[in-house]
């Protein structure tokens, strides 16, 4: 109990800005922290990782565009496509089975697929399916990573990744 109140402590103790999402793929924000601690799970790295942000460089590497952090003005929000793959998961098998489908149209219009590369992500979806879901019961990180891959690796739809 001692430790759950003393991580709430050190987050309320940092400005709100420090734990806004920029454009990194780290649960912690944009900025050093977030590169320190890419790829680590938990609540520790997070903390870490927001609290270094806030710290020390979100401002100056937002200022910059640097550390993964982005100038365009846009705070990112992939927490929402991963809730909705998980709240979805089973009808976007489905829809990424065929190529078609309205849980796949809605995944499209959430990470702002634009209408002429609509066709192309259905299209890669359905061609990659064994991958997004490569197995029965994939997590909702697994799926999350397999179609970052996806997108990635398809010149039209690269810039679609970050979305997600």
Do not use: H
Not at 10 to 30: K, L, Q, T
Not at 53 to 66: E, S
Request: include cysteine; glycine fraction near 10%; charged fraction near 20%.
């Amino acid at each position: 109990m001692l430790k759950k109140l003393a991580v709430i402590a050190v987050i309320a103790a940092f400005p709100a800005g420090a734990m806004a999402a920029g454009s990194s793929d780290a649960s912690g924000g944009c900025g050093v922290g977030s590169k320190v601690f890419e790829g680590q799970r938990g609540v520790a790295p997070q903390v870490l990782a927001m609290t270094t942000n806030g710290t020390f460089w979100q401002t100056v590497a937002v200022t910059l565009g640097t550390s993964g952090c982005s100038q365009d003005g846009v705070v990112k929000s992939n927490w929402k496509t991963a809730m909705f793959i998980d709240s979805n998961k089973d009808k976007l098998a489905r829809d990424m089975s065929t190529g078609s489908g309205e849980a796949l149209e809605s995944l499209a219009k959430l990470i702002g697929v634009k209408d002429q590369d609509k066709a192309a992500f259905f299209r890669a979806t359905k061609e990659n399916f064994a991958r997004i879901f490569a197995s029965d019961d994939p997590t909702t990180d697994q799926v999350v990573a397999s179609l970052k891959q996806v997108l990635s690796a398809d010149g039209q739809l690269a810039q679609y990744a970050q979305a997600i």
